[in-house]
């Protein structure tokens, strides 16, 4: 019974719990009604990502209805050239190619956005810093020996780790920003909460009609208890 009750709980914990380990995650704002940041975060998906990450279950004219904009808008400032209306985000590059370049085939970032949580994601973005030793030339404090490089790296400056003895060993305090991007840190902020609002829709993009349809089955199931009760009482008043 007890190994069942922990089982349960491993479940029910949010992964971003403990995805993390000890780094402490910053809050993404997320607002599934800001259409304009929706947007600004596919076009930076798009541009930044989609080269080796796909969103391989959303369609470009899904883009259009849900985000209210004309189809020809998001053939010429989300959709890379050549990309038609009915394609999916499909990333140009194929699996055979990503195994041989970074030893698996990237994840398609939708799936990560459920899997591992918006606050996850938010914070991944902003902690790559310099690593000579990776084959990347960089590494991450949230996703150690990450095999992604920083593709976000001139926007936000390089980063450079601060170290600090515990217990007699060394471990990462800080990281120190060169200053040198070509972004503030108020705009990347605001870039990489942009690109994570688009991943949340993504991941599900009915959410909101979801949840807006919730309320009326929630009213529905409240309206039938009272006429259920109501007909026991009239069934069973000669009983009682």
């Known amino acids: ?13 949010p992964l971003n719990s403990y995805a993390a380990g000890d780094v402490d995650l910053q809050s993404a704002d997320i607002d599934l009604t800001d259409t304009a940041s929706l947007e600004r975060g596919a076009e930076h998906y798009v541009s ?37 209306i009915y394609d999916k985000m499909q990333s140009a590059m194929n699996a055979h190619d990503a195994r041989k370049w970074f ?18 994601i938010n914070t991944y ?10 084959p990347t030339g960089s590494n991450n404090t949230v996703f150690p020996e990450v095999g992604m490089p920083n593709m976000l790296w001139q926007l936000q400056g390089e980063q450079t ?3 600090t003895m515990v217990d007699k060993r060394q471990v990462l305090d800080h990281l120190e920003n060169d200053g040198k991007g070509t972004l503030t840190e108020e705009e990347f902020d605001l870039f990489v909460n942009d ?26 199931i409240f309206m039938f208890l009272i006429v259920a009760y109501l007909l026991k009482k009239e069934y069973w008043k000669d009983i009682h």
């Open 1 to 13: 019974m007890k190994n069942l009750i922990f089982s349960l709980l491993l479940v029910l914990l």
């Open 48 to 84: 930044y990502c989609l080269g080796c990450h796909a969103v391989k279950y959303i369609r470009y004219l899904r883009l259009s209805r849900d985000l209210d904009i004309p189809e020809k808008e998001v053939l010429k400032e989300v959709a890379p050239v050549g990309a038609g």
């Open 103 to 120: 030893g698996t085939e990237p994840p398609d970032l939708s799936l990560i956005a459920r899997s591992r949580g918006a606050d996850w």
């Open 125 to 134: 973005l902003k902690s790559f810093y310099t690593d000579a030793k990776a």
């Open 161 to 163: 780790p601060v170290y």
């Open 195 to 220: 690109l994570v609002n688009f991943l949340v829709y993504a991941s599900e993009p009915a959410q909101l009609e979801r949840q807006k349809m919730g309320k009326y089955v929630l009213f529905f």
